[in-house]
């Protein structure tokens, strides 16, 4: 059964640095993209990055340059390093996979873990 | 970017009830459209891919349809454990971008 686990995640100020990490289980990890996905409370699903099998890595236009998505093929992680975090990076974030095949549609998601940027 | 407009916002409805949310994308992204739902304080569950496929273990009173730009989703006979939010999302071109989302609620 694939299963997908966040962690990482805290209270973290205004300015500051967070690494997300996800480990994955139950797949052949190197042959998927992973991708992040987040959720301000009470708000909608906003696709954050992604990253290819290949290491290809792709943003959102609103964590360009702050954020960097990385994977580690050899442990079945994917990390987010997010940092210069502002108010509105608050939400929950979600570790998904994307499937194999054209649509890339994310057909597993971890629990999801909650990042805080507040003085 | 590719915009995803989902109507309508939030519905009532009773169980038992046939119901559509529909998604428009702003520019054509063939059968590139899936669904998801979300149960109160759950993560988001694949309901629907490529337009019209039923994911796996999926209750068959779920459907999808459309292509190019306009999409629907269908559920008939609501079940209770249906009152949720559902969202739809294109993986056509990055960013991949989601519906602002349907709050299906009880009538």
């Known amino acids: 059964e694939v299963q997908l686990v966040e962690s990482g995640g805290g209270l973290v100020q205004p300015g500051g640095s967070l690494r997300l990490s996800c480990a994955a289980s139950g797949l052949t990890f190197s042959d998927y993209d992973m991708h992040w996905v987040r959720q301000p409370t009470g708000k909608g699903l906003e696709w954050v990055s992604a990253?290819?099998?290949?290491?290809?890595?792709y943003y959102a236009d609103s964590v360009k340059g702050r954020f960097t998505i990385s994977r580690e093929n050899a442990k079945n992680f994917v990390y987010l390093q997010m940092n210069t975090l502002r108010a509105g990076d608050t939400a929950v974030y979600y570790c998904?996979?994307?499937?194999?095949?054209?649509?890339?549609?994310?057909?597993?998601w971890g629990q999801g873990i909650l990042v805080t940027v507040s003085s | 970017d590719i915009q995803m407009t989902q109507s309508p916002s939030s519905l009532s409805a009773s169980p038992g009830d046939r119901v559509t949310i529909t998604c428009r994308a702003s520019q054509r992204i063939t059968n590139n459209l899936n669904w998801y739902q979300q149960r109160p304080g759950g993560a988001p569950k694949l309901l629907i891919y490529?337009?019209?496929k039923l994911q796996s273990g999926v209750p068959s009173r779920f459907s999808g349809s459309g292509s190019g730009s306009d999409f629907s989703l269908t559920i008939t006979s609501l079940q209770p454990e249906d009152f949720a939010a559902y969202y739809c999302?294109?993986?056509?071109?990055?960013?991949?971008?989601f519906g602002g989302g349907t709050k299906v609620e009880i009538k």
């Open positions: 990253i290819g099998s290949a290491g290809d890595p």
């Open positions: 998904t996979r994307g499937a194999v095949g054209a649509t890339g549609h994310f057909d597993y």
């Open positions: 490529s337009a019209s």
């Open positions: 999302q294109q993986t056509y071109s990055p960013p991949l971008t």
